[in-house]
Protein backbone atom coordinates (compact mmCIF):
# COMPACT_ATOMS: atom_id res chain seq x y z
CA UNK A 1 0.00 0.00 0.00
CA UNK A 2 1.36 3.61 -1.06
CA UNK A 3 0.61 6.08 1.51
CA UNK A 4 -0.27 9.53 0.05
CA UNK A 5 2.21 12.05 0.87
CA UNK A 6 2.49 15.85 1.55
CA UNK A 7 1.81 18.10 -1.09
CA UNK A 8 4.95 20.37 -1.76
CA UNK A 9 2.96 23.38 0.24
CA UNK A 10 0.96 21.48 2.79
CA UNK A 11 1.31 23.98 5.24
CA UNK A 12 -0.26 26.92 2.61
CA UNK A 13 -3.12 24.07 1.81
CA UNK A 14 -4.03 23.70 5.38
CA UNK A 15 -4.20 27.40 6.43
CA UNK A 16 -6.53 27.69 3.56
CA UNK A 17 -8.88 24.43 4.75
CA UNK A 18 -8.69 25.95 7.96
CA UNK A 19 -9.80 29.28 6.74
CA UNK A 20 -13.23 27.95 5.08
CA UNK A 21 -14.24 26.92 8.04
CA UNK A 22 -15.76 23.68 7.24
CA UNK A 23 -13.93 20.99 9.20
CA UNK A 24 -16.60 19.07 12.00
CA UNK A 25 -18.99 21.40 10.71
CA UNK A 26 -23.28 19.77 10.15
CA UNK A 27 -24.33 19.07 7.23
CA UNK A 28 -26.01 21.07 4.46
CA UNK A 29 -28.66 20.51 2.29
CA UNK A 30 -26.73 22.21 -1.12
CA UNK A 31 -24.19 19.50 -0.61
CA UNK A 32 -26.19 16.81 0.24
CA UNK A 33 -28.00 17.80 -2.71
CA UNK A 34 -24.89 17.18 -5.45
CA UNK A 35 -24.09 13.86 -3.91
CA UNK A 36 -27.46 12.43 -4.08
CA UNK A 37 -27.53 13.90 -8.04
CA UNK A 38 -23.80 12.47 -8.45
CA UNK A 39 -24.88 8.98 -7.12
CA UNK A 40 -28.09 8.73 -9.29
CA UNK A 41 -25.99 9.92 -12.29
CA UNK A 42 -23.34 7.58 -12.02
CA UNK A 43 -25.10 4.52 -10.70
CA UNK A 44 -22.22 4.24 -7.40
CA UNK A 45 -23.00 3.09 -4.64
CA UNK A 46 -20.75 5.88 -2.46
CA UNK A 47 -20.53 9.20 -3.28
CA UNK A 48 -18.08 11.84 -0.70
CA UNK A 49 -17.28 15.48 -0.65
CA UNK A 50 -14.08 14.73 0.93
CA UNK A 51 -12.19 17.21 2.74
CA UNK A 52 -8.23 16.34 4.05
CA UNK A 53 -6.63 17.94 6.77
CA UNK A 54 -3.41 16.88 8.06
CA UNK A 55 -4.56 13.60 9.59
CA UNK A 56 -7.54 12.23 8.06
CA UNK A 57 -10.10 12.83 5.61
CA UNK A 58 -13.63 14.45 6.74
CA UNK A 59 -16.40 13.94 4.97
CA UNK A 60 -19.06 16.99 4.48
CA UNK A 61 -21.69 15.75 2.55
CA UNK A 62 -21.64 11.70 1.76
CA UNK A 63 -24.07 8.97 0.08
CA UNK A 64 -23.97 5.70 1.06
CA UNK A 65 -21.15 5.62 3.96
CA UNK A 66 -21.94 5.40 7.55
CA UNK A 67 -18.15 6.52 8.14
CA UNK A 68 -17.82 10.74 9.16
CA UNK A 69 -13.90 10.32 8.62
CA UNK A 70 -11.14 7.86 8.00
CA UNK A 71 -7.72 8.21 8.31
CA UNK A 72 -5.19 10.38 5.52
CA UNK A 73 -2.55 7.60 5.36
CA UNK A 74 -5.32 4.93 3.46
CA UNK A 75 -7.31 7.14 1.92
CA UNK A 76 -7.71 7.65 -1.62
CA UNK A 77 -8.51 11.35 -1.44
CA UNK A 78 -4.74 12.06 -0.42
CA UNK A 79 -3.60 10.95 -3.77
CA UNK A 80 -6.15 12.42 -5.61
CA UNK A 81 -5.80 16.29 -4.47
CA UNK A 82 -1.86 16.27 -5.90
CA UNK A 83 -3.75 15.85 -9.45
CA UNK A 84 -4.84 18.71 -11.27
CA UNK A 85 -7.88 16.28 -13.17
CA UNK A 86 -9.77 13.23 -12.03
CA UNK A 87 -8.02 10.33 -10.47
CA UNK A 88 -9.30 7.47 -11.46
CA UNK A 89 -9.07 3.84 -10.09
CA UNK A 90 -10.84 1.41 -12.50
CA UNK A 91 -9.59 -1.83 -10.12
CA UNK A 92 -8.26 -1.10 -6.88
CA UNK A 93 -7.40 -4.93 -7.03
CA UNK A 94 -5.03 -4.67 -10.11
CA UNK A 95 -3.70 -1.47 -8.79
CA UNK A 96 -0.04 -2.20 -6.83
CA UNK A 97 -0.79 1.41 -4.65
CA UNK A 98 -4.00 -0.12 -3.11
CA UNK A 99 -4.76 -3.67 -3.85
CA UNK A 100 -3.77 -4.12 -0.01
CA UNK A 101 -4.95 -0.83 1.05
CA UNK A 102 -7.59 -1.43 4.47
CA UNK A 103 -10.49 -0.25 2.57
CA UNK A 104 -10.12 -2.61 -0.52
CA UNK A 105 -9.57 -5.46 2.07
CA UNK A 106 -12.21 -4.44 4.25
CA UNK A 107 -15.04 -2.31 4.16
CA UNK A 108 -16.54 -0.63 2.39
CA UNK A 109 -14.77 -3.02 0.15
CA UNK A 110 -13.82 -0.21 -2.51
CA UNK A 111 -12.76 -1.75 -6.03
CA UNK A 112 -13.08 1.75 -8.30
CA UNK A 113 -12.64 5.18 -7.37
CA UNK A 114 -12.80 8.53 -9.35
CA UNK A 115 -12.14 12.04 -7.45
CA UNK A 116 -12.08 15.00 -8.63
CA UNK A 117 -9.96 17.77 -6.75
CA UNK A 118 -11.87 20.28 -4.72
CA UNK A 119 -9.95 23.80 -4.35
CA UNK A 120 -10.07 26.68 -3.03
CA UNK A 121 -10.52 30.44 -4.36
CA UNK A 122 -6.79 30.58 -3.79
CA UNK A 123 -6.07 27.42 -5.83
CA UNK A 124 -5.11 24.91 -2.88
CA UNK A 125 -6.87 21.99 -2.88
CA UNK A 126 -9.35 20.88 0.01
CA UNK A 127 -10.41 17.21 -1.04
CA UNK A 128 -12.41 16.06 -3.09
CA UNK A 129 -15.49 14.95 -4.60
CA UNK A 130 -15.27 11.24 -5.27
CA UNK A 131 -17.34 8.33 -6.74
CA UNK A 132 -16.60 4.65 -4.82
CA UNK A 133 -18.19 1.21 -5.99
CA UNK A 134 -17.61 -2.27 -4.57
CA UNK A 135 -17.37 -3.54 -9.32
CA UNK A 136 -14.66 -2.21 -11.16
CA UNK A 137 -15.22 0.28 -13.91
CA UNK A 138 -14.31 3.13 -15.74
CA UNK A 139 -15.40 6.53 -16.62
CA UNK A 140 -16.37 7.54 -19.87
CA UNK A 141 -15.87 10.52 -21.64
CA UNK A 142 -19.41 11.78 -20.78
CA UNK A 143 -19.00 10.80 -16.97
CA UNK A 144 -15.42 12.74 -16.95
CA UNK A 145 -17.30 15.82 -17.89
CA UNK A 146 -20.15 15.45 -15.78
CA UNK A 147 -17.89 14.79 -12.46
CA UNK A 148 -15.93 17.99 -13.24
CA UNK A 149 -18.86 20.23 -13.58
CA UNK A 150 -20.34 18.65 -10.38
CA UNK A 151 -16.80 19.45 -8.93
CA UNK A 152 -16.93 22.95 -9.86
CA UNK A 153 -20.45 23.41 -8.62
CA UNK A 154 -18.94 22.17 -5.00
CA UNK A 155 -16.25 24.83 -5.64
CA UNK A 156 -18.75 27.54 -6.52
CA UNK A 157 -20.79 26.64 -3.41
CA UNK A 158 -17.62 26.64 -0.88
CA UNK A 159 -16.82 30.45 -2.39
CA UNK A 160 -20.72 31.23 -2.01
CA UNK A 161 -20.45 29.99 1.56
CA UNK A 162 -17.08 31.33 2.94
CA UNK A 163 -18.27 35.04 1.00
CA UNK A 164 -21.82 34.98 3.13
CA UNK A 165 -20.04 34.03 6.21
CA UNK A 166 -17.53 36.93 5.82
CA UNK A 167 -20.94 39.07 5.18
CA UNK A 168 -22.61 37.53 8.52
CA UNK A 169 -19.43 37.93 10.16
CA UNK A 170 -19.40 41.96 9.56
CA UNK A 171 -22.91 42.13 9.99
CA UNK A 172 -22.05 40.88 13.56
CA UNK A 173 -19.50 43.35 14.05
CA UNK A 174 -21.67 46.49 12.61
CA UNK A 175 -24.73 44.87 15.55
CA UNK A 176 -21.88 44.83 18.22
CA UNK A 177 -20.64 48.18 17.33
CA UNK A 178 -24.28 49.77 16.60
CA UNK A 179 -25.14 48.62 20.26
CA UNK A 180 -21.24 49.65 21.80
CA UNK A 181 -22.78 53.31 20.28
CA UNK A 182 -26.25 52.77 22.42
CA UNK A 183 -24.45 51.97 25.44
CA UNK A 184 -22.00 54.52 24.68
CA UNK A 185 -25.11 57.56 24.08
CA UNK A 186 -27.21 56.48 26.74
CA UNK A 187 -24.75 56.53 29.30
CA UNK A 188 -23.72 59.92 28.20
CA UNK A 189 -27.67 60.64 28.69
CA UNK A 190 -27.79 59.72 32.22
CA UNK A 191 -24.28 61.07 33.30
CA UNK A 192 -25.87 64.38 30.91
CA UNK A 193 -29.11 64.10 33.05
CA UNK A 194 -27.66 64.01 36.63
CA UNK A 195 -24.59 66.71 35.87
CA UNK A 196 -27.46 68.89 34.76
CA UNK A 197 -30.13 68.31 37.67
CA UNK A 198 -27.75 67.78 40.81
CA UNK A 199 -24.92 69.65 40.48
CA UNK A 200 -26.40 72.85 39.12
CA UNK A 201 -27.38 74.01 42.07
CA UNK A 202 -24.17 73.90 44.51
CA UNK A 203 -22.57 75.36 41.48
CA UNK A 204 -24.94 78.49 41.32
CA UNK A 205 -24.45 78.20 45.43
CA UNK A 206 -20.97 78.85 44.70
CA UNK A 207 -20.78 81.58 42.06
CA UNK A 208 -23.25 83.40 44.06
CA UNK A 209 -20.50 83.03 47.69
CA UNK A 210 -17.60 84.25 44.99
CA UNK A 211 -19.26 87.28 43.72
CA UNK A 212 -19.92 88.59 47.43
CA UNK A 213 -16.40 87.71 48.06
CA UNK A 214 -15.16 89.98 45.62
CA UNK A 215 -17.86 92.83 46.28
CA UNK A 216 -16.81 92.22 49.81
CA UNK A 217 -20.27 92.22 50.85
CA UNK A 218 -19.69 90.06 53.68
CA UNK A 219 -18.79 90.65 57.60
CA UNK A 220 -16.26 88.65 59.37
CA UNK A 221 -19.10 86.95 61.46
CA UNK A 222 -21.17 86.02 58.08
CA UNK A 223 -17.84 84.95 56.26
CA UNK A 224 -17.47 82.58 59.73
CA UNK A 225 -20.81 80.62 59.03
CA UNK A 226 -20.89 80.70 55.05
CA UNK A 227 -17.45 79.45 54.58
CA UNK A 228 -18.00 76.00 56.40
CA UNK A 229 -21.38 75.97 54.85
CA UNK A 230 -19.52 76.39 51.65
CA UNK A 231 -16.82 73.11 52.54
CA UNK A 232 -19.68 71.13 53.41
CA UNK A 233 -21.46 71.59 49.62
CA UNK A 234 -18.01 71.70 47.95
CA UNK A 235 -17.69 67.93 49.49
CA UNK A 236 -21.06 66.75 48.87
CA UNK A 237 -20.62 67.88 45.34
CA UNK A 238 -16.75 66.44 45.02
CA UNK A 239 -18.65 63.38 46.27
CA UNK A 240 -21.24 63.33 43.94
CA UNK A 241 -18.79 63.87 40.43
CA UNK A 242 -17.14 60.61 41.93
CA UNK A 243 -19.93 58.40 42.31
CA UNK A 244 -20.68 59.37 38.90
CA UNK A 245 -17.55 58.57 37.32
CA UNK A 246 -17.70 55.34 39.15
CA UNK A 247 -20.78 54.19 37.84
CA UNK A 248 -19.38 55.11 34.43
CA UNK A 249 -16.29 53.57 34.71
CA UNK A 250 -18.09 50.72 35.84
CA UNK A 251 -21.13 50.74 32.76
CA UNK A 252 -17.92 50.56 30.35
CA UNK A 253 -16.01 47.34 32.04
CA UNK A 254 -16.71 44.23 31.29
CA UNK A 255 -13.92 42.11 33.11
CA UNK A 256 -15.42 38.98 35.38
CA UNK A 257 -15.27 39.15 39.40
CA UNK A 258 -13.59 36.96 41.07
CA UNK A 259 -15.94 34.62 42.53
CA UNK A 260 -14.91 33.41 46.54
CA UNK A 261 -16.88 31.28 49.24
CA UNK A 262 -18.04 33.85 51.87
CA UNK A 263 -19.72 33.38 55.19
CA UNK A 264 -22.92 35.64 55.50
CA UNK A 265 -21.62 36.41 59.09
CA UNK A 266 -19.01 38.17 57.85
CA UNK A 267 -20.86 40.26 55.51
CA UNK A 268 -22.95 41.66 58.60
CA UNK A 269 -19.39 42.62 59.82
CA UNK A 270 -18.47 44.32 56.85
CA UNK A 271 -21.16 46.51 55.92
CA UNK A 272 -22.73 47.32 59.75
CA UNK A 273 -20.39 49.87 61.28
CA UNK A 274 -20.30 51.76 57.96
CA UNK A 275 -23.80 53.18 58.77
CA UNK A 276 -24.23 53.18 62.22
CA UNK A 277 -23.41 56.96 62.87
CA UNK A 278 -25.44 58.12 60.37
CA UNK A 279 -28.53 55.79 61.94
CA UNK A 280 -27.88 56.88 65.47
CA UNK A 281 -28.11 60.61 64.29
CA UNK A 282 -31.33 59.54 63.18
CA UNK A 283 -32.46 57.14 65.92
CA UNK A 284 -32.92 54.84 63.82
CA UNK A 285 -32.51 50.84 64.70
CA UNK A 286 -30.22 48.70 62.78
CA UNK A 287 -31.15 44.75 63.06
CA UNK A 288 -30.02 42.03 61.75
CA UNK A 289 -31.68 38.71 61.05
CA UNK A 290 -29.32 36.08 59.15
CA UNK A 291 -29.85 32.32 59.37
CA UNK A 292 -26.66 30.83 61.04
CA UNK A 293 -23.84 28.94 59.18
CA UNK A 294 -25.38 30.03 55.64
CA UNK A 295 -22.49 30.83 52.99
CA UNK A 296 -22.87 32.07 49.33
CA UNK A 297 -20.64 32.52 46.05
CA UNK A 298 -19.71 35.98 45.15
CA UNK A 299 -17.49 39.09 45.74
CA UNK A 300 -17.16 40.34 49.34
CA UNK A 301 -16.38 44.10 48.14
CA UNK A 302 -19.07 44.50 45.73
CA UNK A 303 -21.86 42.66 48.14
CA UNK A 304 -20.28 45.24 50.54
CA UNK A 305 -20.99 48.29 48.23
CA UNK A 306 -24.63 47.59 47.55
CA UNK A 307 -25.61 46.80 50.99
CA UNK A 308 -24.27 49.68 51.93
CA UNK A 309 -25.78 51.48 49.66
CA UNK A 310 -29.12 49.49 50.82
CA UNK A 311 -28.42 50.78 54.26
CA UNK A 312 -27.50 54.20 53.19
CA UNK A 313 -31.06 54.95 51.48
CA UNK A 314 -32.81 52.66 54.27
CA UNK A 315 -31.62 55.22 57.09
CA UNK A 316 -32.10 58.08 54.46
CA UNK A 317 -36.04 57.59 53.50
CA UNK A 318 -36.43 56.30 57.21
CA UNK A 319 -38.26 58.30 59.83
CA UNK A 320 -36.87 59.28 63.32
CA UNK A 321 -37.34 55.97 65.90
CA UNK A 322 -37.93 53.44 62.67
CA UNK A 323 -36.43 50.24 62.12
CA UNK A 324 -34.13 48.78 59.43
CA UNK A 325 -33.26 44.88 59.09
CA UNK A 326 -30.18 43.41 57.45
CA UNK A 327 -31.45 39.92 56.47
CA UNK A 328 -30.17 37.03 54.66
CA UNK A 329 -32.42 34.00 54.38
CA UNK A 330 -32.14 30.28 52.31
CA UNK A 331 -34.81 30.41 49.10
CA UNK A 332 -33.84 26.51 47.53
CA UNK A 333 -30.18 26.01 46.62
CA UNK A 334 -29.50 30.73 46.72
CA UNK A 335 -29.42 32.88 49.98
CA UNK A 336 -31.75 36.13 49.12
CA UNK A 337 -29.53 39.42 50.97
CA UNK A 338 -31.11 42.36 51.36
CA UNK A 339 -32.12 44.98 53.60
CA UNK A 340 -35.89 45.84 54.89
CA UNK A 341 -36.91 49.60 56.39
CA UNK A 342 -40.98 50.44 57.32
CA UNK A 343 -39.70 53.73 56.08
CA UNK A 344 -41.51 56.24 53.47
CA UNK A 345 -41.41 53.43 50.69
CA UNK A 346 -42.19 54.08 46.96
CA UNK A 347 -45.58 54.91 45.09
CA UNK A 348 -46.82 52.36 42.39
CA UNK A 349 -45.27 54.80 39.33
CA UNK A 350 -42.00 54.90 40.70
CA UNK A 351 -41.63 51.71 41.83
CA UNK A 352 -42.28 50.95 38.27
CA UNK A 353 -39.31 53.28 36.66
CA UNK A 354 -36.76 51.56 38.71
CA UNK A 355 -37.61 47.86 38.21
CA UNK A 356 -37.36 49.37 34.28
CA UNK A 357 -34.22 50.78 35.10
CA UNK A 358 -34.95 53.67 33.32
CA UNK A 359 -35.39 56.61 36.47
CA UNK A 360 -32.90 57.31 39.22
CA UNK A 361 -34.28 57.60 42.95
CA UNK A 362 -32.20 61.29 43.95
CA UNK A 363 -35.88 62.19 46.25
CA UNK A 364 -34.78 63.70 49.45
CA UNK A 365 -34.65 61.99 52.56
CA UNK A 366 -36.53 62.55 55.64
CA UNK A 367 -34.02 65.14 57.00
CA UNK A 368 -33.56 66.38 53.36
CA UNK A 369 -31.06 64.66 52.73
CA UNK A 370 -29.56 65.11 49.06
CA UNK A 371 -27.99 61.95 46.50
CA UNK A 372 -27.08 61.67 43.06
CA UNK A 373 -29.15 58.76 42.37
CA UNK A 374 -26.98 57.08 41.05
CA UNK A 375 -26.73 54.35 44.04
CA UNK A 376 -29.08 51.69 42.57
CA UNK A 377 -27.39 51.86 38.69
CA UNK A 378 -24.21 51.05 40.73
CA UNK A 379 -25.45 48.18 42.44
CA UNK A 380 -27.43 47.20 39.52
CA UNK A 381 -24.29 47.17 37.37
CA UNK A 382 -22.25 45.27 40.50
CA UNK A 383 -25.08 42.20 40.61
CA UNK A 384 -24.67 42.15 36.72
CA UNK A 385 -20.92 41.44 37.13
CA UNK A 386 -22.13 38.78 39.78
CA UNK A 387 -24.51 36.99 38.18
CA UNK A 388 -27.40 38.49 39.97
CA UNK A 389 -30.27 41.24 40.28
CA UNK A 390 -31.87 43.52 42.23
CA UNK A 391 -34.92 42.87 42.99
CA UNK A 392 -37.03 45.65 44.92
CA UNK A 393 -40.86 45.63 46.89
CA UNK A 394 -42.19 49.00 48.18
CA UNK A 395 -45.24 49.99 49.32
CA UNK A 396 -46.02 53.76 50.09
CA UNK A 397 -45.43 54.68 53.50
CA UNK A 398 -45.18 51.42 54.79
CA UNK A 399 -41.81 50.79 53.52
CA UNK A 400 -39.26 48.81 51.06
CA UNK A 401 -37.10 45.77 50.77
CA UNK A 402 -33.86 45.80 48.79
CA UNK A 403 -32.52 42.38 47.76
CA UNK A 404 -30.70 40.00 45.48
CA UNK A 405 -30.33 36.53 45.39
CA UNK A 406 -26.60 34.69 45.64
CA UNK A 407 -25.72 30.89 45.03
CA UNK A 408 -25.14 28.82 48.47
CA UNK A 409 -21.59 27.42 48.54
CA UNK A 410 -20.82 24.33 48.13
CA UNK A 411 -19.62 22.63 51.85
CA UNK A 412 -16.34 21.61 51.67
Known amino acids: MRTPEPLPHEAERLKSLFQQDLLDTPQEPEFNRIVNLAARLFGVKIVLISLVDDCRQWFKAKVGLTATETPRNVSFCGHAIREADIFEIPDTLADERFWDNPLVTGKPYIRFYAGHPIRSGDGYPLGTLCLIDEQPRKLTATERELLQMLAHQVEDLLRLRRHLKRKQNKIKLLTVQVQSLDRSNNLKDQLLAVLSHDLRSPLISFRSVIELLAAQ ?45 IKVEAIADHVLPWCQDCAQRKNVTLQVEMEPQLQVLGNLELIGVVLRNFLGNAVKYSRHGETITLFARRSGQYVELGVRDTGLGMKPETLKKIRSHSYQLSAPGTDNEKGTGLGLLLCQTYLNQMGTALEIESRWMEGSTFSFRLPIAPRA
Open 217 to 261: ALEPEELEILIPEVCNKFDQTEMKVMQMLQWAQQQLQTEVVPIEM
